[in-house]
């Protein structure tokens, strides 16, 4: 879409209006044919990094200069035309200028409802091909219909523009050939807001990977102490994404950066504040992060890593919390899996402080817990057992006092539960109800087991991930106050 219509004659200047019922000629008459050379020569500059493959909508007013220069300026491959009652007539004169014109949709508006504005944009748009550019031309139609199609070329991510005279005629309109192509930056793609809202749903359905990567594409472009508070949010955010992977390591890295930077800033950045508040819950993390870098140490070293309370603590709040998170995402199989070795660990951890190993039982040891031999007998009647597993386990704390009768009927229902799930050996899907009557009873069995080892859910609280709360955006010079 450039230059004039073929065959007309540049001398010729722009066609007549008469009869518009509206003062609506060109306004530079003979010298805009020149007029529009030099401007949109001087305008493509401005936009010649986009893409080529553009669409663009713009309001048309009374007079048609803004909209061809737009037109030609850039040069769409697709164009929506939105014009009221009165302006539909500009068209034409439009038509004549722009080559190409079937290209162009034209669609009428009400010119004082936004609502009607912002419904034709969105429909033209999710027709035409989203790989194309969106460019938005707010110069012409009412206040109206300019701020409607500023906010749905917002949404939609496209770019905005308009034409401003830095002189006028005397009749309140641009003097020839002093018309610039302004280019108005999009605050919410300056600010992050999309992003930071994108990162905060998914983080509120535990997704922390895609939210951690939301985050990161946002801190990159906002500005001032902004990019500060983004910044130890999507630390957290990678920090929990490698927690639930396991990944301890990288999770320690990410929390000690994010709490360097709230202990740094927060005090002082009014934004950073509801994560300056859970420093206290941030720094407990990071201990049980620390903690649990021993499971990559050697297994002889696990027998007593099992007696030390950070390190139990840390794991079993990794399991009961995370099976949470996956059950808060109707991920029920997963989630009762982690329920199922926190039943495992808490007997673990239970034996371990009664000297026994799950791993490398020493019947010595087993005896000198008080356990008759003849109920030793009974219980390895096949001989001494080289490890032992949970139903073992569970009988030994019984003998020792630590677990009821009763509570052996259900560990067996839980075992067998357990192993006719999709994700053990049978074909059994596990719903919410079956996921809940699990958590119940892995509860009530399990921290009766943890208590004498000081282990208690009110203890993990400081455990449980904290909820992420970003503020919806900074100050316009981007600096915080403090509290």
């Known amino acids: 879409m450039t230059g004039r ?19 609506a000629e060109l306004t530079y008459a003979e010298s805009f044919p020149d007029t529009l050379r030099m401007v949109t020569a001087r305008a493509g500059d401005a936009i010649r990094s986009w893409p080529a493959d553009r669409r663009l909508v713009l309001c048309l007013g009374l007079t048609p200069e803004p909209a061809i220069f737009s037109l030609i300026t850039v040069n769409p491959r697709r164009a929506l035309i939105l014009v009221t009652s009165g302006s539909r007539r500009v068209v ?42 969106g460019v938005a ?27 401003a005279g830095t002189q006028t005629d005397g009749r309140s309109r641009p003097a020839p050939g002093s018309e610039e192509l302004r280019i108005i930056a999009n605050p919410e793609q300056v600010l992050g807001e999309r992003l930071v809202e994108l990162a905060q749903s998914l983080a509120r359905r535990h997704e922390y990977a895609g939210a951690a990567e939301a985050l990161d594409a946002a801190r990159r472009r906002v500005p001032g102490t902004r ?56 720094a407990a993390q990071l201990s049980a992060l620390e903690a649990l870098r021993a499971l990559t140490g050697p297994p002889e070293q696990w027998q007593d890593r099992l007696v030390d309370a950070s390190f139990a603590t840390a794991l079993t709040a990794t399991f009961y919390h995370g099976g949470f998170r996956q059950f808060q995402q109707g991920r029920y199989e997963t989630a009762v899996l982690l329920w199922y070795r926190l039943l495992e660990l808490a007997e673990q951890v239970a034996l371990a402080h009664r000297g026994i190993h799950t ?45 009821h009768s009763h509570d052996m009927n259900r560990i067996r229902s839980i075992v067998h539960r357990r192993n006719h799930s999709l994700f053990a050996h049978g074909f059994q899907p596990v719903d919410e109800s079956a996921a809940r009557n699990f958590l119940h009873t892995v509860e009530e069995i399990a921290f009766r087991v943890l208590e004498p080892a000081g282990i208690t859910p009110a203890g993990m609280e400081p455990l449980r991930f904290v909820p992420v709360e970003i503020a919806s955006g900074p100050p316009l010079d981007g600096e915080g106050e403090g509290p």
């Open 5 to 23: 219509a073929p065959g007309e004659d540049p001398a010729a200047g722009p066609p007549s209006m008469e009869g518009s019922g509206v003062e």
């Open 92 to 133: 034409e004169d439009v038509r004549k200028f722009v080559p190409d014109f079937h290209r162009v949709d034209v669609r009428e508006v009400d010119s004082v409802d936004p609502v009607s504005v912002y419904s034709e944009v969105r429909q033209w748009h999710l027709k035409t091909d989203d790989a194309h550019v």
């Open 137 to 163: 031309d707010i110069t012409g139609g009412t206040k109206a219909m300019s701020s409607a199609l500023t906010l749905v070329a917002h949404r939609l991510g496209y770019r905005v523009i308009y034409w």
């Open 227 to 282: 990019s500060l508070t983004l910044d130890a949010w999507a630390n957290v955010l990678h920090a929990y994404r490698y927690w639930d992977a396991m990944d301890v390591d990288r999770a320690a890295k990410a929390l000690e950066q994010a709490l360097h930077l709230v202990r740094q800033h927060g005090g002082l950045v009014a934004e950073m504040m509801p994560l300056y508040r859970r420093t206290s819950a941030i």
């Open 359 to 403: 791993a490398r039982p020493d019947l010595e040891r087993i005896r000198a817990a008080g356990i008759a031999p003849e109920r030793l007998r009974e219980l390895f009647a096949s001989g001494p057992p080289s490890t032992l597993d949970l139903t073992q386990g569970y009988r030994l704390l019984q003998e020792m006092g630590a677990v």
